[in-house]
Every structure is written in structure tokens, then in C-alpha cells.
């Protein structure tokens, strides 16, 4: 946090202060490797706590029912301008409060309560949002759930193809929270073209790796693309929805006044800037760097006797079955947290053991990618991740474990952070 800031928020609020600067040294001392977070820029992180929070602003650009949107109309139509520059889109609605409200747009622009979406299980790596039971989008609507392959935990293009023909639904979503693999949104597309339904691709995940060239781009396939910002877009906590011209309007009203009231516009200025940085040509070295740093930390996971769903990855994430090595994902995943690495425990495909204590972790390099390191650090994070899940009781062996993690990240210091 900036000393100014600090000193301002201390006076006012020393509880809340503490906490902050203990959150802010917890980000700088650990290995994070969950899968959807990162570390955002200083200058993200300066608009997000501006005085663009102070100001509604109901409507769009031009259109508002509010006075005085002199500079904020520019803020948003600057990004917007770069959300469509960046991913080559017809339209961009910036203003979805985050993923899930994204999403929800997406079902009230082209569906009614009840009508069937079709979208990835939860266990299988699928959102909630996609039509699983416990969502909303699995209540008010006919949800139909496809999953991946007993024999190779990989989606299979036929059987999504056999279901859609099948449960005909209006709605088709392709994407996920836990699929290690390149999705082939082209083959996604032809399969809901064929049953004429809308095809909705949500890259929440790997936004950054389709702006940044790891990961073929839906935009020109779907009819809508659904997405978070602070994955490995690396932007503030936000939504954002593109879609064909032809849709626009559809997309727009369901956010506003569907969905959302006022857009929460400092967020709105740190996702203009995010995209700014997503488009200098450091940001493909960043996405690079992301997957190549996955592939690096997956094969040291393998080479100690890991084994990982689908054998590996092509992205961001790993997921990984800890049977072979005699312990459940909760307790790996509470070992290694003391020892300095933060991941979240996670069901694996087919899983036999129920959710609050399934059989694997999820990680991710989004976040030590952002702070420069590389896969001789993958390496070594290996190394103390197998150690620490073959000893999960061991507590000096996490204490010491997680003093040299302190040591290896004060080597790589974080974006925005300033302690
Ligand atoms: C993270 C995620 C979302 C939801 O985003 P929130 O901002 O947490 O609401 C939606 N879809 C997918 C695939 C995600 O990974």
C-alpha cells in the first residue's frame, strides 16, 4: 500500500489497517498458486481505490440518467475501445460486477426461466454458473451437464455433440475452472450451430492466455464471450461480456437495466488499464511464461511420482490425484499452506471422495509468473511440495520449508506490492 494511504487508513481505521498490511505481507511471503488469482499493477491497484468509486453512472457512454459523466464516459469507452482492440470483438460490455453476474446477463439475454443450457459438470471442472444443481442457473433452468472422459479425463467433442443433438438446448457454454487442457472452441461452436443454439465461450480462466496468444481465441466462433478480469487478465476484480454485433443490444440490456444498477466505475479504470498492459508485447512474454512456468512445475510434479489428471497441462493449471501419495486434497492442500505455498483442494474427475474433502489440488503459475520467476523456481517449488505432502504431519518441516519459500520470494518481488 502506498505510505500516504497507509497513514490516512491507520489513523482512521488501525483494525482495518492492520489487517490490510498483514494480507499485503501474507501476498508478498507466499508462493500463491491458486489458480485463478494474481497479483494486479500499482497502477491497477491505484484506480481501484480512486475517487471513481464516489460516482453512479446507471446507462452507457453518452446514455446515462445520472449528470456529470464528463471524464467517466471517457473512462469507459476508452475501455471498452481496448477490450475490442484486445480480443478483436463486434461489442464489449465492461460493466458485469464479475464472472458469475457475466454470466447470469448471458442467461437473460437469450433464455427463459426454464429453458435448457447446456454446460460442463462442476466435478468434471465446470462453473457453477454453467447449470450446476446448487446455482441459480441450475434452478431456474433446464440444465444439462456434460463431463469428460472416464478413460481420459478430456472432454469428448462426440458425446457433447450426441447430448446437445439429444436435450437440444438454447444455450451451450464451453469453459471451465479446472481443465488443464486447450478447449476447442471451434468444435464447441459447429456443435451449437448444428442444434441452433447460442454459443457462449467463458475464458474466465485464461482471458490472459487468449489475449496473450497461448490459447486460440473463441471471439471469432461464439456468439458471446464471457469473461473474468483478474485471473490471468491480471485486471481488478470485474466482469466482461463480447459478443457479435448482432447481439449487442441484447447483451447490454441484460446487464443493464436486466441485471445491474450503476457500474462500479474504479473498477471499470483498472480493467482500461489492465488491457493497456495487456497489450504491450511484454504481456506475451508474461502468457509465455505462464504456460511454459505450468509445464516446467507439472513435469517436476511428475518426476516425483504426481499424478496429474489428463498427465499434464496446456495452460495456466494443474490438477493433480493425490491417492498415489496417501493423502486427501484438504489435508495436502492445509500442509502446504503452512509451509509457505497456498493452492485450493479440489475434486478430480469420477472423484470418490466428496467435495469438502476431495482427492485433489488445483494450481496454477498466474501469480509467480507475475512476479518473474521461471522454471528453475518451478523446480524448487516442486521439490518442497513433494516434501511437504509426503510428510502433511511434519510441522517442523513446514516451518522450515516455509522460511526458505520467504527467502526465494523476497528474490521476486510482487507488482503492487510496496511493503
Ligand atoms: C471464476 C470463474 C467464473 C466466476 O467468476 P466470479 O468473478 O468468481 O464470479 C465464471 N466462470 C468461470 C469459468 C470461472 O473460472
Redesign the pocket.
Known sequence: MHPALRETLESVDPEIAELLVAEERRQRDKVRLIA?ENYVSGAVLAATGSVLTNKYSEGYPTKRYYEGQQYIDRVEQLCIDRAKALFGADHANVQPY??????LAVYFAFLKPGDTVMGMGLPAG??L??GWNVSITGTYFRAVQYGVRQDTHCIDLDEVRALAKKEQPKLMFA???AIPRTIDFAAFADIAREVGAVFAA?I??IAGLVAGGQHPSPVPVADVV?T?T??TLRGP?G?MLMCKAQHAKAIDRAVFPGLQGGPHNHTTAGIAIALKEAQQASFRDYAAQIVANAKALAAALVERGWSLITGGTDNHLILADLTPKGVSGKIAARALDAAGMELNYNSIPFDPRKPFDPSGVRLGTPSVTSRGMGPTEMRQIAHWMDAVVTAPTDAALHERISGEVRELCARFPAPGILL
Open positions: 485463478s464479475s464472472g458469475s453476474p457475466a454470466n465446470g462453473h454458473t454453467h469453459g471451465g475452472t467463458d474466465a480462466h464471457s473474468t483478474h485471473k476484480r466482469g
